[in-house]
């Protein structure tokens, strides 16, 4: 919790400031929807490794910190297209949903299971969400209504992973 109310006031502090993202090729947004950026270097280490815990326990190997990325807010009718991350590095993954504005309507993410199973799922300020972000396809198809919705992503990879010449498969 305390670690949320930090990202949070981060977030708020830094929306009147922040900048447009550049072009994201699963991001569909037009010029004036191009999600905002707000910068958070030292925190997102601070996020990195005390999430490390959490995410090895619930993968059950040891793990390495990847990145922490954000904090992205995404803005009035942006999407997210179903995709799969970097099988280098973002193998056990999070989405920690920070904050969204008092305008928002909830905006799933969808994520394909390994059953073939399509899973809609609701997150709310504080809700983190595992998965592997490299295996699941995954995305927001839905158009986001309201002004902004921000998550962080967080990424770890196994200690014994071979970041060099692992490709998908």
């Known amino acids: 919790p305390d670690l949320v109310q930090e990202l949070v006031d981060v977030l708020h502090a830094g929306l009147p400031t922040a900048r447009p993202e550049t072009d994201i090729d699963v991001i569909f947004d037009d010029e004036d ?11 997102n280490r601070k996020v990195l490794e005390q999430l490390k815990p959490m995410h090895e326990e619930w993968s059950g190997v040891p793990l390495k910190g990847a990145l922490a990325y954000g904090l992205r807010a995404y803005r009035n009718s942006s999407s997210l297209l179903m995709h799969v991350d970097k099988s280098l590095t973002h193998i056990i993954s999070c989405i920690l949903h920070i904050d969204s504005s008092e305008d928002s309507e909830p905006w799933p993410i969808i994520i394909e299971d390994f059953q073939g199973n399509t899973n809609e799922v609701i997150l709310t300020s504080g809700d983190m969400l595992f998965y592997e972000s490299s295996k699941c396809i995954h995305g927001r198809p839905q ?11 967080v990424h ?7 970041t060099q010449t692992r490709d998908l498969e």
């Open 33 to 43: 929807s191009r999600p905002l950026f707000v910068r958070n270097g030292p925190l």
């Open 143 to 153: 158009n986001f209504t309201g002004s902004w919705y921000s998550s962080i992503f």
């Open 156 to 162: 770890y990879y196994p200690t014994n992973w071979d």
